[in-house]
């Protein structure tokens, strides 16, 4: 199910549209409403005076950050407009985003529409909607403006007629009260050309490498290798090591039968402008991996102003699981995990370290209660 918001208008000014209460928290049967995901979109009309193609890629730039806040403050979206659209070909995959189309030369009072979708559930995970988010604990979507002259890359000579900015989340609805796992997608400055440190503060399982650049970002070519000894990631040679990685997990195979090897799908991961240190798969629970305080990324690299997009698993806030009981009114004690085998309901059953990242379950009264009626 789909739930679109109001319309607001960019401002050359500056300042953000504010995004919430538009989604209903209980569901036709009772139940409650989670998000999946939002589809953040920017309907944009331009001009392009220059006599350079103004490419479609570049158009994500339109967002100049987009941020997704639970009640609790916690930001479990937080990048820059160019950064979510590889986050958002990096967790979804490549057949699943829609490119905004070149604008021509000279070009007047031209549409380039533009939709970034922002995933809470993730669907390259064992369980991928155990990331999704209660609309009870949603605050807010934040799109910051971005300034007038963001368009104008390269040779480019860009004005803006006007950006209108809507999203629509996209929900299911879910017959027990679930406390989700939670996760945080944001991004940190690397500190040099060949290193930098993330604070983690959880589990790391998402991990991409990209520079702002024209078409979509700058050029990695030069970036040969990666080591993060906290995770005892050895040297990866980029090219083709993490990149064969990425296509298994993502399903991109470059099969184009017209000319043999081409690529099948458009794809910053395969075009040398990001590139996936690590990578979530079906395979990939939310309590794998070692929870650090940080980690440190040594490359071989010589592209300056890079940056790592990451996504970190973290514990749901005592605030979260309070709210969450006295809003249902259901007792901690009514609580069991979320998980495939019944002999793992208990929470004491599970090593103490992974207690924080469980999901856990109990029955929705609303729904109990239609069911008695």
Same mark, same amino acid.
């Given at each position: 199910?789909?739930?679109?918001? &109001?319309? *607001?208008?960019?401002?050359?000014? @500056?300042?953000?549209?504010?995004?919430?209460?538009?989604?209903?928290?209980?569901?036709? !049967?009772?139940? +409650?409403?989670?998000?999946?995901?939002?589809?953040?979109?920017?309907?944009?009309?331009?001009?392009?005076?220059?006599? =350079?193609?103004?490419?479609?890629?570049?158009?994500?730039?339109?967002?100049?950050?987009?941020?997704?806040?639970?009640?609790?403050?916690? $930001?479990?979206? !937080?990048?820059?407009?160019?950064?979510?659209? /590889?986050?958002?070909? @990096?967790?979804?995959?490549?057949?699943?985003?829609?490119?905004?189309?070149?604008?021509?030369?000279? =070009?007047?009072?031209?549409?380039?529409?533009?939709?970034?979708?922002?995933?809470?559930?993730?669907?390259?995970?064992?369980?991928?909607?155990?990331?999704?988010?209660?609309?009870?604990?949603?605050?807010?979507?934040?799109?910051?403006?971005?300034?007038?002259?963001?368009?104008?890359? @390269?040779?480019?000579?860009?004005?803006?007629?006007?950006?209108?900015?809507?999203?629509?989340?996209?929900?299911?609805?879910?017959?027990?009260?679930?406390?989700?796992?939670?996760?945080?997608?944001?991004?940190?400055?690397?500190?040099?050309?060949?290193?930098?440190?993330? /604070?983690? #503060?959880?589990?790391?399982?998402?991990?991409?490498?990209?520079?702002?650049?024209?078409?979509?970002?700058?050029?990695?070519?030069?970036?040969?290798?990666?080591?993060?000894?906290?995770? @005892?990631?050895?040297?990866?040679?980029?090219?083709?090591?993490? &990149?064969?990685?990425?296509?298994?997990?993502?399903?991109?195979?470059?099969?184009?039968?017209?000319?043999?090897? #081409?690529?099948?799908?458009?794809?910053?991961?395969?075009?040398?402008?990001?590139?996936?240190?690590?990578?979530?798969?079906?395979?990939?629970?939310?309590?794998?991996?070692?929870?650090?305080?940080?980690?440190?990324?040594?490359?071989?690299?010589? /592209?300056? =102003?890079?940056?790592?997009?990451? +996504?970190?698993?973290?514990?749901?806030?005592?605030? /979260?699981? !309070?709210?969450?009981?006295?809003?249902? *009114?259901?007792?901690? #004690?009514?609580?069991?995990?979320?998980?495939?085998?019944?002999?793992? +309901?208990?929470?004491?059953?599970?090593? *103490?370290?992974?207690?924080?990242?469980?999901?856990? $379950? =109990?029955?929705?009264?609303?729904?109990?209660?239609?069911?008695?009626?």
């Amino acid at each position: 199910m789909e739930f679109k918001s &109001e319309v *607001k208008a960019w401002s050359s000014a @500056g300042g953000s549209a504010y995004f919430f209460d538009w989604i209903p928290r209980e569901g036709p !049967n009772g139940g +409650r409403i989670v998000i999946d995901g939002f589809w953040v979109h920017a309907d944009i009309q331009v001009d392009n005076s220059a006599a =350079a193609i103004a490419q479609g890629e570049d158009f994500a730039r339109a967002f100049n950050r987009i941020i997704v806040e639970q009640v609790d403050g916690k $930001k479990r979206w !937080n990048l820059p407009g160019d950064s979510s659209r /590889v986050a958002s070909y @990096g967790l979804e995959g490549p057949e699943r985003y829609t490119e905004t189309a070149d604008v021509a030369t000279s =070009a007047n009072n031209t549409a380039a529409d533009t939709a970034i979708y922002v995933p809470m559930s993730k669907r390259h995970t064992h369980t991928p909607e155990d990331f999704a988010l209660p609309v009870d604990l949603f605050k807010q979507l934040v799109v910051e403006y971005p300034g007038a002259n963001v368009f104008d890359i @390269g040779t480019t000579d860009i004005s803006i007629d006007f950006i209108n900015y809507y999203v629509i989340a996209e929900c299911h609805e879910e017959l027990d009260l679930v406390i989700h796992c939670e996760d945080e997608v944001a991004q940190t400055d690397m500190t040099s050309t060949t290193e930098g440190r993330i /604070v983690t #503060g959880g589990k790391l399982h998402d991990l991409f490498l990209h520079a702002t650049g024209a078409s979509g970002g700058a050029s990695l070519a030069n970036l040969t290798d990666v080591r993060i000894d906290e995770l @005892g990631i050895p040297p990866f040679l980029r090219v083709p090591d993490l &990149e064969y990685i990425y296509r298994r997990k993502r399903n991109l195979g470059a099969n184009l039968n017209s000319t043999m090897g #081409g690529e099948v799908r458009s794809d910053p991961f395969v075009t040398d402008q990001a590139c996936a240190v690590l990578l979530a798969d079906g395979d990939t629970s939310f309590y794998e991996g070692p929870v650090l305080s940080s980690v440190r990324v040594v490359m071989t690299n010589t /592209v300056s =102003a890079l940056r790592a997009i990451h +996504r970190i698993v973290t514990p749901a806030s005592a605030m /979260v699981r !309070n709210r969450t009981s006295a809003m249902y *009114k259901v007792p901690p #004690g009514a609580f069991r995990v979320k998980a495939a085998s019944k002999t793992m +309901r208990e929470v004491e059953k599970w090593p *103490k370290p992974l207690r924080p990242f469980l999901p856990l $379950k =109990a029955p929705l009264p609303n729904v109990m209660a239609r069911g008695a009626a």
